[in-house]
Each structure stands twice: as structure tokens, then as C-alpha cells.
């Protein structure tokens, strides 16, 4: 995994955890702003997204971005997909679960995905075809075969029905506020599933390649490839993973 296209990006990410973490002792003097009605933004999410489009574009200033806090700029087909923050709610309030998620796509296939804890120093890294990593170590998802033993993340945002039956379902159910973390931990196995409904490409498309060359399967609720439109995922282990499509398509 040596591309120089994954080591910027790794490069990018830990650069980024380096800004984030001189701040996080101190966070009350971080300036915040509503985006949207419960979606908030911070001076440190959009400092660390521009450090990483200037690092990118040193190297390759035709690539096109797709960034959260500063949007699209258009470039050729290469396109890298930018969360600097992703758990900002838990960076505000000093809450240690949130990670920098960075994807790189061609032609809309993501090619190289990193997902990076600051806090925890743990970097989760794939390259289609590569297999993926968390620092130096291959890492697979899980094999919990049965829906009633899994640990299953979610962020899933106005279905209360669908994750109480979920939860009453599985063996306990997690709801941490960084869905590209939460993925990265289904890739290792730390996770056994997740599921998320309404989420952003930035969120979910590093995460997606993580599981997936991991050994995992990703897909929307109806087993299909639509999620990166839409942000209804759900991922696990194959023999998981279909209980609980069943349970989702139940209720």
C-alpha cells in the first residue's frame, strides 16, 4: 500500500490529527457555528479541511473535491471526498469518538480510503484490491454468525422504531456520532455491523472501502449499490449481514 496517492492521504489525515488534537484540551475556546438545525461546524473542521486540499493540490492540482465544510471543486475524474471532522458534536464536547475520513475515487469508484483517530492514533487505511489495514496490521471484519451475540454501531437519525427493534434484536447496540469511525470499527472487527440512514458521502465513502476489502459486504437497505446517493448503508460480515437486511426489510 505504498501508492503515492494513499500515502498523501495518509499524510493528510495525520496532519490534520495533529491540529485537531493541539486544540481538544481546550475546546471551549473553539468558535462554533450552526450550519443547520442541530448540524454544527467549528474554525478547526475548516482549517484542517483546507490543510488537506492544500496538501492535495500541491500534488495534484486537477483532482477534483468534494469536501464538507468547503464543497465541491471541480477537477478532472480523479476526486478526493473530504470529512476533517466527522463527530464534531463529540470534538466540541471534548467526547473522544470522532476521526478525519478521506476517500479517493475515479471516475465514482472509490480506489483508496483512510480513516484516522487522532485521539487513539489508530490509522485504518485500504487500496482497492490491497486488503486494509489498521496501522500495520491486516485487519478483517468479524465473525459473529448470529444477530443475537453482534455489536452493531449506528447513526441512523429519526428511525427510533427501526433501532429498537434492531436493538432488541442484536446483542447490544452502539450509538457513538461518527459513522466513518464506526465503519472503520466493523472493518477490524470491533464492530459486527452498522447501519445508518441519511448520510453524507464524506461520512461513509473511505469506511466503505475499509469494510469491503476488509472481507465485509456493504449495501443500501434493499441489498443494492445506492447508498453512496442516498446514506442508507448498512455493512457486516456476510453471514450477518442477511439476518439483519431481513430485520430492516421487516420493519
Known sequence: MQEPIINIAITAARKGGETIMRVLDRV?????????????????DRRVESDIITLIQKSYPDHSILGEEYGEQ???DYQWIIDPIDGTRNFIHGFPYFSISIAFAYKNRIEHGVVYDPVRQ????????????LNDRKIRVGKQKQ??????GTESHGAATLISKIGSACG??????????DLAYVASGRLDGFFGHGLK??????GVLLIREAGGIVCDPY?????????????GNPAMLRQLLKLIAEN
Open 28 to 44: 471551549d475556546s473553539v468558535k462554533i457555528a450552526e450550519k443547520a438545525p442541530n448540524d454544527f461546524v467549528t474554525e478547526i
Open 74 to 76: 471541480p477537477g478532472n
Open 122 to 133: 489508530e490509522l485504518f487505511a485500504a487500496s482497492r484490491g490491497k486488503g486494509a489495514r
Open 147 to 152: 444477530l443475537k451475540t453482534c455489536l452493531i
Open 172 to 181: 447490544d447496540l452502539r450509538h457513538l456520532g461518527s459513522a466513518a469511525l
Open 201 to 206: 458521502i464524506w461520512d461513509i465513502a473511505a
Open 223 to 235: 441489498g443494492s449499490e445506492d447508498f453512496l446517493k442516498d446514506g442508507d448503508i448498512v455493512a
